[in-house]
C-alpha cells in the first residue's frame, strides 16, 4: 500500500531542508513492483527534479522513473502500464521449471532468460519514439548507477558519460539480474544491475555520505538519518517478506495481486494522465 498522505509529508518536509540545487534524490530500487515510486516523483514535480543536484536511478526503480518521463512527455502506453504484471508472468511463463532444467543440466548458474526479452515490457509500456530517446535528450541530472562484470567495477551512466544510450538500453542494463536475465552488453561494458552485485554495498555506503541534502526512496526503511532522508516506497510491515513473495510469485508464474492493487491505485489517484490513452507499438 502507497501511503499518499504520508510520502507528501515527507517530501514536503525534505524539500524544506535545503534548496533543489544542493539536493539529492536517489530512488534506490523497488524489486518487481517497479511501478511503485511513480506516486513519490509526482509528488516531488518534474520541475523540482530538473534542479537538483543529482537523481539517481538503481534498478527496478528505472521503471517508475521512465514510466514518469514517459507520462510527461505523453509518451506512455497506459494501457500497457495496467496490463504490466499479467503481459510480464505471460512473456516469462513459468521461471521455476527453467531454474530446475538448469539445475538438472548442472548449470545453476545459468540465466534463465535471453536479455532481449526485456524489451517486449518495454515496448509493452513505451511508444518507439520514447524508448528511442538518447540520454543527452533528457533535461533532467539523471545518474544510473550500474555494475560492470568486465571492469568489476560501477560505472555511472548519464548523458555526460555514455550520452547515446538510448531508454530502451538502460533500461535493459538497470534490470539484468544474472541469473535471470544475464548482462546486458554494450561497448565495452557489460553491465547488470548493481543491486545484484556483491560491492552493491560499498555503493550505498558511498552514496549516503555525500554531505547534502538527500532524499533516498527504498523499500524498507524511513526517518532522517544525518543528511539523509529515507523514505520507503510502500508503507508495510515486512518489507523483506513482502519483497520475497514478490520473487516467489514470479518464479511460479502466480499472479502478484499486489503488483496489479499498486498500478490501479496509482490512475486512481491521477498519478498518470489516465486520459491519454494509446495503444500498443
Known amino acids: 500500500m502507497i501511503n499518499v498522505l ?12 535545503d534548496s533543489p540545487n ?3 534524490v536517489t530512488l534506490a530500487g523497488t524489486g518487481p513492483n517497479g511501478g511503485c515510486q511513480i506516486p513519490l516523483l509526482h509528488i ?29 512527455h505523453k509518451k506512455l502506453n497506459i494501457a500497457g502500464f495496467l496490463d504490466h504484471e499479467d503481459h510480464t508472468r505471460q512473456t516469462h511463463g513459468f521461471p521455476f521449471v527453467k531454474l530446475l532444467a538448469n539445475l538438472i543440466r548442472g548449470n545453476p548458474k545459468k540465466n534463465l532468460y535471453d536479455n532481449q526479452l526485456i524489451s517486449k515490457a ?5 511508444l518507439s519514439s520514447f524508448s528511442s530517446l538518447q540520454l543527452k535528450d533528457i533535461d533532467l541530472p ?6 560492470c562484470l568486465r571492469k568489476q567495477d560501477f560505472v555511472s551512466i548519464n548523458a555526460k558519460t555514455y550520452p547515446n544510450m538510448t ?33 552493491f554495498s560499498h555503493l550505498r555506503r558511498s552514496m549516503l555520505s555525500n554531505k547534502a541534502n538527500h532524499l533516498y526512496a527504498n523499500h524498507k526503511k524511513n526517518g532522517r538519518a544525518g543528511y539523509v532522508s529515507f ?25 502478484n495481486k499486489r503488483i496489479v492493487n499498486t498500478h490501479a491505485s496509482i490512475l486512481k489517484n491521477g498519478f498518470l494522465n489516465n486520459d491519454f490513452l494509446v495503444s500498443h507499438n
Open 6 to 17: 504520508k510520502i507528501t509529508n515527507d517530501v514536503e518536509h525534505f524539500k524544506s531542508l
Open 22 to 24: 544542493n539536493s539529492i
Open 44 to 72: 516531488l514535480s518534474y520541475d523540482y527534479l530538473r534542479q537538483v543536484k543529482t537523481l539517481n536511478v538503481i534498478s527496478a526503480s528505472a521503471f517508475s522513473f521512465f514510466i514518469f518521463l514517459a507520462n510527461y
Open 122 to 126: 518495454i515496448d509493452n509500456l513505451f
Open 142 to 147: 539523471v545518474n544510473f548507477p550500474l555494475f
Open 167 to 199: 531508454i530502451r538500453e538502460v533500461s535493459h542494463a538497470c534490470v539484468s539480474i544474472p541469473w535471470i536475465h544475464g548482462s546486458f552488453e554494450i561497448a565495452d561494458l557489460v553491465l547488470i544491475d548493481p543491486i545484484f552485485s556483491k560491492k
Open 231 to 255: 523514505i520507503q516506497n510502500e508503507d508495510i510491515g515486512k518489507p523483506d517478506t513482502y519483497l520475497a513473495l514478490d520473487f516467489i510469485k514470479f518464479y511460479f508464474g502466480i499472479k
